[in-house]
C-alpha cells in the first residue's frame, strides 16, 4: 500500500519570497504523483503532476516539482509567492492508476503581504 | 471549467433527516466515481468507490447503511446521508477518473453538510 507524508502542516512565507512544500511517499511499486490545490470551500484542482519522462515538471502559474526517486519524494516548489497562493497543498500518489489516489495531510501556505 | 459538478454545495439539515448530494460528470461518462470525506484542516479519506450499476465499494469503516451510494447512470453518482447526526457534519468532495488510467482525478466542487 502506498503512504504520503507532509511533514508540515502549515507554512507561512512573505509575498514573493520562495517556498518548498515537502513530500515523500511509500510505495512498493512504480507510482504517479500529483500535487493539488484547494481554496477555502472548494474542491481539488490539479496543480501539476509526473507520469514519466523528466522528473522535473512545473504547472501554468509558476510552480514546479521534481521527482526524486532514490529519496522517494516530489517536493513541491515556487521562486517567488503571491497572495493568490495562499491554500491548501495536497500531495497524493497512485500506483500506476490501479488504485485510488492516496492523499497526504496537507500543507497550509499562508502568504503574507 | 468544471468537469465534474456536486450539488449542494452547503446544506443544513436536522439530526435524523436524510440528505442526498448529488455529483454529475459533465460531458463525460464515468463508470467509476470516488467519494472522499474531509474534516477540517484534515486530508480527504475515501469513503467508498462508485461503480455504475453495481453496488459501491465501501472503505474499511465506513457503514454501507448509513451513507448510501447509487451509481444509476454514467454520469451520475448520488451519496445520501441517513439519519444524520453532528458526527456526520463534513465536507464531501467526490471525484472521477481522468482518461487514461493514471489515477488523476477530477474533482468536484464538494458539499459542506452541518447537521444541527
Known amino acids: 500500500a502506498q503512504s504520503v507524508t507532509q511533514l508540515d502542516s502549515q507554512v507561512p512565507v512573505f509575498e514573493e519570497a520562495p517556498v518548498e512544500l515537502r513530500c515523500n511517499y511509500s510505495s512498493s511499486v512504480s507510482v504517479y504523483l500529483f500535487w493539488y490545490v484547494q481554496y477555502p470551500n472548494q474542491g481539488l484542482q490539479l496543480l501539476l503532476k509526473?507520469?514519466?519522462?523528466?522528473?522535473l515538471v512545473e504547472s501554468i502559474n509558476g510552480f514546479e516539482a521534481e521527482f526524486n526517486k532514490s529519496q522517494t519524494s516530489f517536493h513541491l516548489r515556487k521562486p517567488s509567492v503571491h497572495i493568490s497562493d495562499t491554500a491548501e497543498y495536497f500531495c497524493?500518489?497512485?500506483?500506476?492508476?490501479?488504485?485510488?489516489?492516496?492523499f497526504g495531510k496537507g500543507t497550509r501556505l499562508s502568504v503574507i503581504a | 471549467g468544471a468537469v465534474v459538478s456536486q450539488h449542494p454545495s452547503w446544506v443544513i439539515c436536522k439530526s435524523g433527516t436524510s440528505v442526498k448530494i448529488e455529483c454529475r460528470s459533465l460531458?463525460?461518462?464515468?463508470?467509476?466515481m470516488f467519494w472522499y470525506r474531509q474534516f477540517p484542516k484534515q486530508s480527504l479519506m475515501l469513503m467508498a468507490t462508485s461503480n455504475e450499476g453495481s453496488k459501491a465499494t465501501y472503505e474499511q469503516g465506513v457503514e454501507k447503511d448509513k451513507f448510501l451510494i447509487n451509481h444509476a447512470s454514467l454520469t451520475l453518482s448520488t451519496l445520501t446521508v441517513t439519519s444524520a447526526h453532528p458526527e456526520d457534519s463534513s465536507f464531501y468532495i467526490c471525484?472521477?477518473?481522468?482518461?487514461?488510467?493514471?489515477?488523476?482525478?477530477?474533482f468536484g466542487e464538494g458539499s459542506r453538510l452541518t447537521v444541527l
Open positions: 471525484s472521477a477518473p481522468t482518461r487514461g488510467n493514471t489515477g488523476e482525478l477530477f
Open positions: 509526473y507520469l514519466s519522462g523528466s522528473t
Open positions: 497524493a500518489v497512485s500506483d500506476l492508476g490501479n488504485t485510488p489516489l492516496v
Open positions: 460531458d463525460f461518462q464515468a463508470t467509476t
